[in-house]
C-alpha cells in the first residue's frame, strides 16, 4: 500500500481565498510530482520536483505554486483561488525511472 | 511530442469474461515505459502493470497482462476472468525517456463489468 497522502481530500472554498494543498510520502522517494484531473478527463501534470529545492512547471500552465523544504512535504498552494481552478488534484512520487509513482488519493477542489 | 492515445471511452462487458482496453502511443525516444492505472470511482490512481521498451516479453500481473506490440507501438491492457469491482477508469500511460519519470497519460477507458 501506497504511503502518501494528500488533505484535505475536498475542499470548497470562495473566490479569491488563499489555499494550501498539503502531499506528504513516507517512502523517501526524491521525485514527486502535480497532476490536474478534471472530472472523466486525462492528468495534466502541473509540477514536479527532482529532490529538496528543486521544482519546475509541468506541461499544463497553472497558477499554483510549489515548494520541496523537505523530501517528505510537496505542498501546492494557489494564492487567488477562481472557479477555474476547480478540479481534482494529484500528488505523486516515485523512486526512479521505469518504476511505478504512487498517487495521493487525490484533492478534490471547487472554487465558488 | 509524446502522446497516448486511448480510443475506447466506455466499455460494458459480462462479468468473468476478459475484456481488451487499447492504447496507442507515439514517441521518438528509443527508450520508454509504458503503464496502466486503474481509477476507481473514489478517485485514487492504481498502479496495475508495467512494460518497459526493451522488455522481451509481454508484462504479467496476475488477471492482467499487457500485449506490447513495439512494432505497431501498441500497448493494449487485458483483464481476464473480469469482476465487477474492475468497474472503473483505465489509464494508459508513458514514461518519456529513460532517467525521465514524468508521465503523459490517455483520455482513459471507462471500463463497467455487469452481473
Known amino acids: 500500500e501506497a504511503d502518501i497522502y494528500q488533505t484535505p481530500r475536498y475542499l470548497v472554498i470562495g473566490t479569491g481565498k488563499k489555499i494550501t494543498l498539503e502531499c506528504s510520502q513516507t517512502?523517501?522517494?526524491?521525485?514527486m510530482y502535480w497532476y490536474q484531473q478534471d472530472p472523466g478527463m486525462e492528468l495534466h501534470l502541473i509540477h514536479y520536483?527532482?529532490?529538496?529545492?528543486?521544482?519546475e512547471k509541468g506541461d499544463l500552465s497553472s497558477e499554483s505554486t510549489v515548494s520541496r523544504i523537505r523530501t517528505e512535504h510537496f505542498p501546492l498552494t494557489l494564492e487567488s483561488a477562481r472557479p477555474s481552478h476547480t478540479s481534482q488534484y494529484l500528488c505523486?512520487?516515485?523512486?526512479?525511472?521505469?518504476?511505478?509513482?504512487?498517487f495521493g488519493q487525490g484533492t478534490r477542489l471547487t472554487v465558488v | 511530442a509524446q502522446k497516448i492515445t486511448q480510443t475506447q471511452p466506455g466499455m460494458f462487458v459480462q462479468e468473468k469474461e476478459a475484456v481488451t482496453l487499447d492504447c496507442t502511443y507515439d514517441?521518438?525516444?528509443?527508450?520508454?515505459?509504458l503503464f496502466w492505472y486503474k481509477q476507481p470511482s473514489s478517485g485514487e490512481m492504481i498502479f496495475l502493470i508495467y512494460?518497459?521498451?526493451?522488455?522481451?516479453q509481454n508484462a504479467t500481473e496476475g488477471r492482467y497482462s499487457l500485449n506490447f506490440q513495439k512494432a505497431r507501438k501498441s500497448a493494449n491492457l487485458v483483464i481476464s476472468a473480469s469482476q465487477l469491482g474492475d468497474s472503473a477508469m483505465y489509464f494508459c500511460?508513458?514514461?518519456?525517456?529513460?532517467?525521465?519519470?514524468?508521465?503523459?497519460f490517455g483520455t482513459g477507458t471507462r471500463l463497467t463489468i455487469i452481473p
Open positions: 505523486a512520487s516515485s523512486y526512479r525511472a521505469n518504476t511505478e509513482a504512487f
Open positions: 517512502m523517501g522517494h526524491d521525485k
Open positions: 520536483s527532482y529532490g529538496v529545492n528543486s521544482t
Open positions: 514517441t521518438s525516444d528509443p527508450s520508454y515505459g
Open positions: 512494460q518497459g521498451s526493451y522488455d522481451q
Open positions: 500511460a508513458m514514461q518519456r525517456g529513460f532517467g525521465n519519470e514524468k508521465l503523459t
